[in-house]
């Protein structure tokens, strides 16, 4: 069975750091772009980030670009996000995302993030 | 890169039909096959409705369908049921690894 697995997330203060891992689990990770996606309270759904299989491609929402970091570890089938310089506005759930053809066609539960002093 | 525009919200009675648009520019939308529909229940994972732009994935009811033409691209669900009350966004591909949402929309069954 397919499983996106994120953790990582809590409370942090305002210009701190925090990282985000996403643990995938029932399918080949290696083959497959993965996306960090993310929701702030009452709000809809914004792309974050995306690192492509061999991590040669990767592209950053313009609200998070120079302050956060996307990798992976395809030996530990595992994708993380660096939060660094965080700001109230990056409170929000973030999941992680599968990329299948063109689309996110596995999601995990999220890990919540709150930015507070 | 700006959210693609969607309506608020979408009410409908149970059985009827309902469209939600998803309008977007040259550089998105109207640029690639790569479009895609989520529902969101809150508290659930999100979860792909249709991929690029009209294909609907194994397991996904044939009540939803999807249209795309030029820079704007629509979900339909027909038969609405009260299980169809969530949100709904669209997504698509820009370009180098450039992602947009769309607002999202709220799907009232009335």
């Known amino acids: 069975e397919m499983q996106l697995v994120e953790s990582g997330g809590g409370s942090v203060q305002p210009g701190r750091s925090l990282r985000l891992t996403c643990a995938a689990s029932?399918?080949?990770?290696?083959?497959?772009?993965m996306h960090w996606v993310r929701q702030a309270p009452g709000k809809g759904l914004e792309w974050v980030s995306v690192?492509?299989?061999?991590?040669?491609?990767?592209g950053y929402a313009e609200s998070v670009k120079g302050r956060f970091t996307i990798s992976r570890d395809n030996a530990k089938k595992s994708v993380y996000l660096e939060m660094k310089n965080v700001r109230p506005e990056d409170t929000a759930l973030y999941y992680c995302?599968?990329?299948?053809?063109?689309?996110?066609?596995?999601w995990g539960q999220g890990t919540l993030v709150t930015v507070s002093s | 890169q700006s959210a693609l525009t969607q309506p608020a919200s979408v009410s409908g009675s149970r059985g009827q039909s309902i469209t939600i648009s998803c309008t977007g520019t040259?550089?998105?939308?109207?640029?690639?096959?790569?479009v895609s529909w989520y529902q969101h229940h809150p508290g659930n994972a999100p979860k792909l409705l249709i991929y690029?732009?009209?294909k609907r994935p194994s397991g996904v009811s044939n009540r939803f369908s999807a249209f795309k033409s030029g820079n704007t691209a629509s979900l339909t669900i027909s038969g609405l049921q009260a299980e169809d009350e969530a949100d709904y966004y669209c997504?698509?591909?820009?370009?180098?690894?450039?992602?947009?949402f769309g607002a999202g929309t709220k799907v009232t069954v009335l």
């Open positions: 995302a599968k990329e299948g053809m063109g689309d996110l066609d596995y």
């Open positions: 029932g399918f080949m990770f290696d083959d497959y772009a």
């Open positions: 690192i492509s299989w061999n991590s040669d491609a990767i």
């Open positions: 040259s550089s998105d939308v109207g640029n690639t096959n790569f």
């Open positions: 690029e732009g009209i």
């Open positions: 997504c698509s591909y820009v370009r180098s690894s450039i992602w947009v």
